[in-house]
């Protein structure tokens, strides 16, 4: 009531004065107020709709995927996926195959480079005898059995090492030339050598430990004929034949092996030796026996004396024998002493101070070469490199 009679009065007031503003109060609805929203608001709440929209879009333009429709779908998308994976599977074996073609190729210019190196221009640098020791290159063939490469540069390097280190030998003079051809043929029959040899101690059982090989580098060392210390022992290999402790016993190992197979097969010369000793065990002159066996012509005749007094580091004698006349006292005799050349009988004619007088009765052992040498008729031996 109140609001329709405040319509009345305002109708009222305009009749009297037309020129005040109609003011009309109507109660608004819903449709009015829907279809007078601002237009200026509609972009942006469609802005902020539009991801929405999008996605529904998006999701509507999707295929719609059942149990009958999956493996179809599935092969749809591998179909799209091949074009990318076709590509790097081809890539990646174009990599592998260009990959082994390198590889293939330096190994065979690796072995056409070390196989020409070696055998036809004999080279013997640092390089190619680290090769060898890796790759087991033959250098000849002893029978049935090859030898190494490896120990020929072995030895050959040690006698081009002494020589152009201690003599002072340029073995690119015409001398030099000459003289290192010497050592390849000295080394070569050297290794061959070896090799009949291993057979030899293959054949009758014999072999050299390690505790044999120790205990000869201690006897030398006792006697300062390596060094007096452990870094002069290493100096002096390393300066003289340029090898290292293990080089060294590698040689020597080798030494006593050739020897111990002397020992084995010379049986003559042991016989020798024992009926000596049983000789002078039962009271026999000592000097007029080393007149009458004593291989050693130089004392032979003044009953077997040494004309030096020996002391420990006395290098005029084998190891061996030293280390046993220190041992005995005036008088004393020994038993028979494999120096590895010959067979000793010692005695201990005086001792003073350290100093000893004493005399020997020698039998010289038979050369390695007594044994090799049938084997080698048997079986040549065939070299691999030239050698002039």
């Not at 260009?98 to 190729?105: A, G």
């Not at 221009?121 to 020791?133: A, E, I, R």
């Amino acid at each position: 009531m109140r609001l329709q009679w405040m319509v009345k009065r305002v109708k009222r007031s305009s009749k009297k004065n037309p020129k005040k503003r109609l003011v009309r109060l109507k109660t608004p609805k819903l449709g009015d107020i829907r279809g007078k929203v601002p237009k200026p608001r509609i972009p942006k709440l469609l802005s902020k709709l539009e991801p929405e929209s999008r996605l529904n879009k998006a999701i509507e333009g999707l295929p719609r995927i059942t149990n009958e429709t999956v493996a179809e779908h599935r092969e749809e998308l591998l179909r799209g996926s091949r074009k990318y994976i076709y590509p790097l599977k081809h890539t990646k074996h174009r990599v592998v195959v260009i990959s082994v073609s390198l590889l293939i190729s330096a190994v065979i210019i690796f072995f056409a480079y070390t196989l020409l190196a070696l055998y036809k221009f004999q080279n013997d640098s640092s390089f190619l005898y680290y090769v060898t020791q890796v790759i087991p290159f033959p250098v000849a063939k002893a029978g049935p059995d090859y030898v190494a490469y490896e120990n020929y540069l072995f030895e050959l390097r040690h006698y081009e090492h002494y020589y152009t280190t201690q003599q002072q030998i340029s073995f690119n003079s015409t001398k030099g030339k000459q003289q290192l051809d010497a050592f390849k043929k000295q080394a070569l029959d050297q290794v061959v050598q070896d090799a009949y040899v291993k057979q030899l101690a293959a054949k009758y059982h014999v072999s050299v430990s390690s505790q044999e090989v120790n205990d000869e580098v201690t006897l030398l060392r006792q006697q300062n004929r390596l060094g007096s210390s452990d870094q002069e022992f290493s100096d002096v290999l390393k300066e003289f034949w340029g090898w290292s402790i293990g080089d060294f016993k590698r040689e020597l190992a080798s030494q006593l092996l050739a020897q111990k197979v002397v020992a084995k097969l010379d049986t003559g010369t042991y016989a020798q030796a024992n009926a000596v000793l049983q000789q002078l065990h039962k009271g026999a002159d000592f000097g007029k026996l080393a007149q009458k066996y004593s291989s050693d012509s130089t004392t032979a005749s003044n009953g077997g004396q040494y004309s030096f007094e020996i002391t420990q580091n006395d290098q005029n004698l084998s190891p061996q024998v030293v280390a046993e006349l220190l041992k005995l006292k005036p008088g004393q005799i020994s038993d028979i002493i494999n120096t590895g050349y010959t067979l000793e009988i010692v005695k201990v004619i005086s001792a003073t101070n350290g100093k000893v007088h004493a005399a020997h009765i020698a039998f010289t052992l038979k050369d390695i070469s007594t044994y090799v040498a049938p084997l080698e008729a048997k079986q040549k031996p065939h070299d691999f490199i030239h050698l002039q």
